[in-house]
């Protein structure tokens, strides 16, 4: 099923796939007790996921809606007037760069996390109206205590419109030992 192998397709977009009306996909949706976009971004929020530590929730740009602390996440933005150049309906960059920038220092399990250096590409032009979907992965970190590799992918629908490679500082003063309480390092 298209919704079960991705949660945040939009009425329209299956509308374009399945090739019918958006009548038939909210009513076979409604019949099929499938709720819509909105609620299903609800319920995954309301599903257990980790607790944001390096910010406050607020200052992630864009929806948390997973979460797994040195491990992965996903956000959900979606593009309006206010991200977008007036003429041309494009959104400015750094709205998009901010989303993935904001996700790969949220998903860090640590009181600090800062940015130490980001090498992105832009794949192509996000659009008024748009959704973009960040997913972040730590690749790594567990060895290097003091930085962590996040990597980013941003996508509207199936296509990606925006990839980064994040070198993420985290704050070497702490420790878990196998209890997970916390312990000052001594060096």
Do not use: W
């Amino acid at each position: 099923m298209i919704i079960e192998e991705n949660p945040f397709v939009t009425d329209q977009e299956l509308t374009r796939q399945l090739k019918v009306s958006i009548q038939t996909i909210r009513l076979d949706r409604l019949e099929l007790g499938i709720p819509e976009l909105r609620e299903r971004l609800k319920l995954m929020a309301e599903r257990s996921y980790d607790t944001v530590r390096s910010l406050s929730l607020d200052e992630v740009i864009g929806e948390v809606v997973d979460l797994q602390l040195d491990k992965s996440g996903i956000s959900i933005f979606e593009i309006r007037e206010e991200h977008v150049f007036s003429r041309t309906g494009i959104a400015r960059g750094h709205h998009v760069f901010a989303q993935a920038n904001s996700l790969a220092v949220a998903v860090i399990n640590d009181e600090i996390a800062l940015t130490s250096s980001a090498d992105i590409r832009f794949v192509r032009s996000v659009h008024l109206g748009e959704k973009c979907i960040a997913k972040a992965y730590v690749r790594s970190g567990q060895e290097n205590k003091a930085k962590a590799k996040v990597e980013v992918f941003t996508y509207v629908g199936e296509e990606m419109v925006f990839h980064g490679n994040f070198i993420i500082y985290r704050s070497a003063t702490s420790e878990r030992n196998e209890r997970g309480a916390l312990h000052a390092d001594s060096h």
